[in-house]
């Protein structure tokens, strides 16, 4: 099983509603991936529930630091199986970080999407 990571925004007027608008080059990884996302972003997250990014890109940068910059510390955290490593932990979160940067940046399509109307699924 994977996670479906998506980035959407909310529709005007429909509360609550929020749509699909991309996703990161690597938007499925491993659920054995879960307990290591979790330590290197200091965010406990819900599988399918929509997070602002104004309020969590900060974590996922923080992961983004301490993968990189600590790949050791969290390597007691790859799936004994194989599926799941801080390899491709980094590769997932470096491509969230790179697709955000491109819709936040104008990069993406005919218009930037401030960081505060973006959010996430994982």
């Avoid at 590769?91 to 960081?115: A, F, H, R």
Wanted: negative net charge.
């Amino acid at each position: 099983m994977s996670y479906d990571i998506r980035l959407g925004v909310k529709v005007e007027g429909m509360d609550g509603y929020i749509a699909t608008i991309d996703e990161p080059s690597y938007s499925s990884p491993t659920y054995n991936l879960r307990d290591m996302f979790v330590a290197c972003m200091d965010w406990d997250y819900e599988q399918g529930e929509w997070y602002n990014c104004g309020d969590v890109f900060q974590n996922i940068i923080r992961g983004q630091n301490e993968i990189t910059a600590f790949p050791e510390k969290y390597k007691k955290y790859n799936a004994t199986n194989g599926w799941g490593t801080v390899s491709s932990a980094k590769k997932c979160i470096d491509s969230i970080v790179q697709k955000i940067g491109e819709i936040t940046s104008g990069e993406w399509t005919w218009n930037k999407i401030p960081l505060e109307h973006l959010w996430i699924r994982w």
